[in-house]
């Protein structure tokens, strides 16, 4: 008998599960289509990303000389002194110099003024890769005179044209271009700090190079052979450390340059991953209710001696197929938007990104899609074993409920297992892994308690007293066959994302508006010299300004931390003291008292000005401290421009640094610093833009080398900054939301034939097609608001959480956005229900009773 | 005769809730192979509990049957399977025909099932037995009530089974259509020799057969033989 059925079983084979597939895919090949639409978006966004993945590191390998635009980079935050000089004059075939600083400059024709950063560039840098200009020449003829290159942005922000002329400190420069890409410089950052060229050579003359003002220098250096490269780097590579000059090579810059583009590329890709999961689970619900639909062509197949593996096989075909096309689909799709996406991302890469296709990609894309399809599909197939041939003579025949199901919880295991696994691939380690795949979890988890608790209390509170189209309605959720949680969890986790980006980008602005309230300081002026700082007082008073603070700053940098110097730190690894706590220049105040922004938390500031002869009680704010490996007690010789000051940590102090004030890591004790070089910061209030116009233009034509940041600027900025990282999100997580309205969609579909015949009873029974309309237009609109409630409310908690945690603020949602949310996807929810489901209502009754599900 | 099937002492019994549902007590009977029987009783009778038992549909409670000298209630699901496909033919009285499949391919099924090739030229010529020569690539849901239940047939009858068990064959079918189903059937069964057993509440159809087994709430409450050497119309 065995033998036998062996044998019977050997002889139908594959070749007959293949063929009975294809029949019976034929009546339900749209269906079909449908389930696997769900995962197409996500295959599109992963597929996307990985071709951008791959092109951007090819691209940053071919384009990595013109990332740097030389072989070797030095910098430094001073002059050279002359030993420097000396050894940077030994290096490379051809050198450039750079010194970079903030500035104001002022448009002479529109008598604007902004804050930016000047780049005064000597010898023929780029040697790779072009200073990109309009016109085309002037990225290198604008040395040849006392000329400028200006950024594009500003250009057009002052409506400024080639031939205009600039102020930059004492001197007047003619536009000799418009700067539209300089090496290694993406867009975001020319958006926080728009660059303007100057030939160095006449640095000097602009009047700005004073002490105290932060200045970059940089020295380019061409080879024309790599490996003297490498043999002078490693030569010099001790003078370079002890002297605290930073250094980058090609190959330093590719790792960096791709070191943050992964993290960018990991990010989007963990968002293309939920809407790909969100696809699955789509995918789970639509086959697990298409299962139910097939239950009687089973049992019959069953009855007629096909096996349970058999049967089994034939839909698990099925399910596998369409998978790979819905993969494949998506590949197609992915690959299209990868010619998109250059485009997106192109102010946050400073590479050009090619768009050749990635083949590696696609075939990663489909066989991801291919096999995440198989589990999801596989959930709901399962239940297939259950499923008795005696269902042929009886309707209502119990099958074994899930949770007695060994296999299924093994399969969700497996399933679980290969997201994990996936999420660790995108994941630098497996905490990230742990965090995000938890956070997943709770998530999906939450939604699914949420919406499994509202079916129950509809259910339980059901509002008898209402008519009966609304009773109908409400009673759709909780009937059999109802997609109540499968919409709930997809279209709640896209709306979830959408708004908690909102919320966040929204908290980070109010954050740095809130302190725009009134007689709260809204703008810093910085860079004064000690022999301004009466007049730029006076030019404060003049113009009925306040002045709410006088900073002393003083520069100066770590030179030991208890005894141990920077060579020693490195030796010690046991310290735990990092590298650039002792390169860094420190901006550091002197004063006897704590501001509105500091809050004192361990020691005690040193209320009294410095004693000749005892030892210096510095305070350092809290974070720093930690970072850099420092208690109460510690010494620190700290060196200022030359001069070796010992002292002693003796408070912390933590810092609100989001408020427009000048704050400090360092505050020396009153009486040390007095004669130090120093420059000086006022804080004040501006009424209007026109009177900030006014005063700025004041400023910038009396004191050229005086800075201005507006808080005005520092929102545009932001906003601007926020806006273009935001784009990228918005687009990746828009993946999220149509894929969670494509589930719908299929969903929707899925359940139709189950209400056309409910629909066809009630018309039987005299319902109206006004009212079956009605009918179901409530049941779409409940689950949409049920859906975006729950996403929203569960956004509104995740930024409470990050503005309680993250950014240490208060938050109260804004409602209006989240009303337009809430009703957007509720209305769109409603439309496609009542797209999908307008056949339902004018199919003759003749026609559905006779129409096989 | 050769016995066929050979019910003894079965009960059937479901558990609903706490309580538990005796639908079946004590049933034992058999049938020779080629003879036609028919199960009659009011409905909650236990009529098509038995029938899916004999047909190794569900499991017993307890008792035997054996099926052509074969235990069925001491085999697996895919074990009673095997032998549905390789000795047992099915008509159900809502015909429960593959709606995703044509008239052909649900004639094919079976013969597929048992390994067979070269079934198609089989099939065709089984529905042009039935009367449905032309109507070979219709979908279920393009039939009439009449044509779905005479696919059904040839469908049973596509194996050559030894017994057939038909489940109200004639319930939704008008009484025109009805007489050609029953002719169609014991034309078959008379070329074949294969045993029918038809549960049914039509009297008459009954009265056609060569035995008729009574049940009422679960008890055989007669079987009688209706003295027709073969099945009449």
Request: aromatic residues 8%; charged residues 20%; hydrophobic residues 45%.
């Amino acid at each position: 008998m065995s033998t036998d059925q062996l044998l019977l079983r050997k002889k139908t084979g594959i070749r007959w599960l293949i063929t009975m597939a294809w029949r019976d895919s034929r009546r339900n090949r749209f269906r079909l289509l449908l389930f696997m639409s769900s995962v197409v978006l996500g295959i599109a966004a992963l597929v996307a990303l990985f071709s951008l993945d791959a092109r951007v590191r090819d691209d940053i390998n071919n384009q990595a000389k013109t990332l740097l635009g030389a072989d070797l980079v030095i910098d430094s935050n001073q002059a050279p002194d002359s030993t420097e000089q000396r050894l940077l004059d030994t290096l490379g075939n051809q050198r450039s110099q750079e010194c970079r600083f903030s500035s104001m400059i002022y448009f002479n024709r529109s008598s604007g003024t902004r804050l930016v950063q000047v780049l005064a560039l000597g010898g023929n840098f780029p040697y790779y890769g072009n200073l990109e200009t309009i016109p085309e020449d002037a990225g290198t003829t604008f040395r040849e005179g006392q000329q400028a290159l200006v950024d594009h942005t500003l250009m057009l922000q002052f409506d400024a044209k080639v031939g205009d002329s600039i102020q930059v400190g004492e001197l007047t420069f003619t536009i000799a271009g418009v700067l539209t890409k300089a090496p290694g410089r993406s867009g975001l950052s020319t958006t926080i700090a728009p660059p303007v060229y100057i030939p160095y050579r006449y640095l000097q003359q602009t009047g700005l190079l004073q002490k105290g003002s932060r200045f970059t220098y940089s020295y380019y250096f061409q080879y024309d052979d790599q490996r003297t490269m490498e043999d002078q780097l490693a030569a010099i590579r001790p003078v370079l450390e002890n002297k605290g000059l930073g250094y980058e090579t090609v190959e330093s810059r590719k790792k960096s340059t791709g070191r943050q583009f992964e993290d960018v590329s990991r990010f989007l890709t963990l968002i293309g991953f939920i809407a790909l999961l969100l696809g699955c689970i789509g995918i789970a619900g639509s086959i697990s209710v298409y299962i139910r639909g097939k239950v009687p062509a089973i049992a019959i197949l069953r009855c007629l001696g096909a096996g349970t593996t058999q049967t089994f096989l034939i839909f698990l075909i099925q399910i596998t197929v369409l998978g790979f096309i819905g993969a494949l689909i998506g590949a197609l799709l992915g690959t299209l938007a990868q010619q998109v996406l250059p485009f997106i991302l192109k102010d946050v890469l400073p590479v050009q990104i090619s768009t050749d296709v990635s083949w590696s990609s696609i075939a990663k894309g489909i066989g991801l899609g291919t096999v995440l399809s198989f589990l999801f599909g596989l959930l709901p197939l399962l239940s297939i074993r259950g499923i008795s041939p005696l269902i042929t003579l009886r309707v209502s025949v119990e099958q074994k409920p899930v949770w007695r199901n060994y296999a299924q919880v093994l399969l969700l295991a497996v399933i679980f297992l290969f997201v994990v696994l996936l999420t660790r691939m995108q994941m630098q380690n497996w905490m990230e892994t742990t965090i995000f795949v938890s956070g997943l979890l709770v998530t999906f988890l939450l939604l699914t308690i949420v919406a499994v608790l509202l079916r129950g209390a509809v259910r339980r509170f059901f509002p008898s007293s209402l008519n009966y189209i609304w009773r109908q309605g409400f009673a759709n959720l909780y009937r059999p066959d109802n997609q109540t949680i499968l919409l709930i969890v997809t279209i709640g986790l896209g709306t979830m994302l959408i708004s908690t980006l909102y919320l966040t980008q929204d908290l980070l602005m109010k954050r740095v508006s809130m302190s725009s309230g009134e007689n709260q300081p809204n703008m810093v002026l910085f860079d004064i010299q000690s022999v301004q700082k009466d007049a730029v007082t006076r030019l404060v008073s003049q113009h009925h300004l306040p002045l709410y603070q006088d900073v002393p700053i003083v520069t100066m940098r770590i030179e030991e931390i208890n005894g141990m110097n920077a060579a020693a730190a490195k030796e010690d690894t046991l310290s735990g003291i990092p590298s650039w706590a002792f390169g860094g220049e420190l901006r550091v105040t002197y004063r006897d008292s704590l501001t509105g922004t500091e809050k004192l938390t361990a020691g005690e500031l040193a209320a009294k000005a410095y004693q000749p002869g005892a030892a210096v009680y510095i305070s350092m704010e809290e974070r720093y401290a930690r970072h850099i490996r420092v208690s109460i007690g510690d010494s620190i010789l700290f060196n200022v421009q030359g001069t070796l000051i010992p002292t002693i940590v003796g408070s912390f102090r933590e810092v609100d640094w989001a408020k427009v004030q000048t704050n400090f890591r360092v505050v020396f004790p009153a009486g040390v610093l007095e004669d130090a070089p120093q420059f000086h910061v006022l804080v004040t209030r501006v009424p209007s833009d026109k009177a900030s116009a006014a005063f700025q233009r004041e400023v910038v034509s009396a004191f050229p080398n005086v800075s201005i940041i507006d808080l005005g600027l520092i929102l545009k900025v932001l906003d601007e900054v926020l806006g273009k990282i935001a784009f990228v999100i918005r687009f990746m997580s828009g993946f999220c939301i149509v894929t969670g309205l494509i589930v719908l969609i299929a969903s929707v579909y899925v359940s139709r034939f189950q209400r056309m015949r409910e629909a066809v009873l009630l018309r039987t029974l005299g319902a109206s097609r006004k009212q079956l309309y009605a009918i179901t237009a409530l049941e779409y609109f409940f689950l949409g608001m049920l859906a975006a409630g729950t996403g929203i409310v569960l956004s509104v908690i995740a930024s409470i959480l990050l503005a309680k945690y993250s950014f240490d603020a208060s938050f109260s949602p804004p409602l209006v956005p989240l009303l337009v949310v809430f009703f957007v996807i509720s209305l769109l929810t409603v439309i496609i229900g009542m797209f999908n489901s307008r056949g339902i209502v004018n199919t003759p009754p003749l026609e559905v009773l006779r129409k096989e599900v | 005769m050769d016995t066929i099937l050979d019910v003894r002492s079965v009960s059937k019994s479901y558990q609903s809730g706490n309580k538990k549902l005796t639908v079946l007590h004590d049933i034992s009977f058999s049938v020779e192979a080629g003879s036609v029987v028919a199960i009659v009783g009011p409905s909650g009778s236990g009529k098509t509990t038995l029938l899916g038992l004999c047909a190794g549909l569900d499991r017993v409670s307890s008792g035997t049957i054996e099926f052509n000298k074969m235990r069925m209630d001491d085999k697996s699901e895919d074990e009673r399977a095997f032998i549905r496909n390789r000795y047992i033919g099915f008509i159900f009285q809502n015909f429960q025909l593959i709606p995703t499949l044509t008239a052909l391919e649900n004639v094919m099924v079976p013969m597929e099932l048992q390994g067979e090739r070269h079934i198609r030229a089989q099939a065709v010529s089984l529905l042009e037995k039935v009367g449905l020569g032309d109507r070979v690539h219709h979908y279920p849901a393009q039939l009439s009530g009449g044509e779905q239940q005479r696919v059904s047939i040839a469908r049973a009858f596509s194996t050559s089974p030894k017994i057939l068990f038909a489940d109200e064959p004639t319930g939704n079918l008008d009484d025109e259509t009805s007489a050609k189903i029953v002719s169609l059937l014991y034309e078959l069964n008379r070329e074949a020799g294969t045993t029918l057993i038809i549960v049914t509440h039509d009297a008459e159809l009954a009265e056609s057969t060569q035995r008729i087994i009574r049940l009422k709430g679960g008890h055989i409450i007669a079987d009688e033989q209706t003295h027709h050497s073969k099945p009449q119309l």
